[in-house]
């Protein structure tokens, strides 16, 4: 790929990157940035698009966060924030998000993302990604979330899809329909998760292709990629996005497709549990540029 990295040399940090512009990123693949994976990847700095990492994981100041910092001269830095909640009716929790501007602040991250989702409700914090009904009351609480977000980091964030495995009966807008709408009031960018796509498309018997017909492609700033469990419901199987094995083969074929609609952009390979060897994540992430290669050919 023109631009990219010799072999075993940093993915260093270009001057127009650190301006922290993500429209001057190189759409190549990443990978998120695991604690077992921290010191080898401090030690050897292998070649790498970019790091993701969980902005939770990281707001107070602990060795792990000094290593990342000193990552961050060699690497771009993406920021994945899990604990927002975007979704929640009563608001942002002031604190929470000034912790997070603050981390922001001090890593420059080339992008900045979180999920159409909720986790906390009168102060509590669940630990899940919970869903929210497509509707226009909940628009307009996504919306204004997010206007408040961006105007706190003063900049614009991106917002990932998730994974669906029911569909609210009184939901008057298709998640489509919802997250572009979402762009058009708030300027927001979307993180395309291929497959969430992928899995919620299974689970609620839509069509994956033409679930991304409904999208504005100008918006998309970034593509996820990770591996989903087959589990038995009563008879049926259901698709559960673990982030615990590879990107399967159907949704690699989903990529190719959203990379021939849209164009490349950069692209992470998520993986969450039961993590594997760096170098399982290095190949992945080498087998999305090169799906972004036929592309380009």
């Known amino acids: 790929m023109p631009g990219f990295p010799c072999p075993r040399a940093p993915a260093r940090r270009s001057s127009a990157a650190s301006s922290s512009r993500a429209d001057r990123v190189r759409p190549v693949a990443g990978i998120g940035l695991r604690a077992p994976h921290l010191a080898e990847i401090a030690r050897d ?3 790498t698009g970019f790091l993701e990492i969980h902005a939770e994981n990281y707001l107070s100041p602990t060795p792990a966060r000094a290593t990342l910092e000193r990552l961050r001269r060699d690497y771009e830095m993406s920021i994945h924030a899990v604990g927002l909640s975007l979704g929640s009716a009563e608001g942002l929790d002031d604190a929470h998000l000034a912790r997070v501007a603050g981390l922001i602040e001090r890593l420059e991250p080339a992008y900045v993302s979180d999920h159409l989702s909720w986790s906390v409700a009168g102060g509590r914090y669940l630990n899940d990604l919970l869903p929210l009904p497509y509707t226009e009351e909940a628009l307009e609480v996504v919306a204004r979330n997010v206007g408040r977000l961006q105007e706190r980091l003063r900049r614009p964030v991106s917002i990932e899809n998730p994974s669906c495995y029911l569909a609210f009966a009184h939901s008057t807008l298709t998640e489509p329909e919802f997250l572009s709408e979402l762009v058009r009031r708030t ?12 899995v919620t498309a299974h689970n609620l018997r839509l069509d994956p292709r033409d679930w991304l017909r409904g999208l504005p492609g100008e918006a998309i700033t970034e593509y996820h990629l990770a591996g989903h469990a087959t589990n038995d419901a009563d ?12 990107v399967s083969d159907g949704v690699w074929s989903l990529f190719a497709d959203t990379v021939r609609r849209f164009g490349t952009r950069p ?3 998520e993986w969450d549990t039961d993590i594997p060897a760096l170098s399982v994540l290095l190949e992945e992430a080498r087998r999305a540029e090169r799906i972004d290669e036929a592309r380009a050919a």
């Open 267 to 269: 692209t992470l390979i």
């Open 235 to 246: 008879g049926q199987p259901i698709l559960i996005d673990d982030h615990g094995s590879r």
């Open 187 to 198: 300027g927001c960018g979307l993180l395309l998760d291929v497959n969430n796509i992928h």
């Open 45 to 47: 700095r292998p070649v």
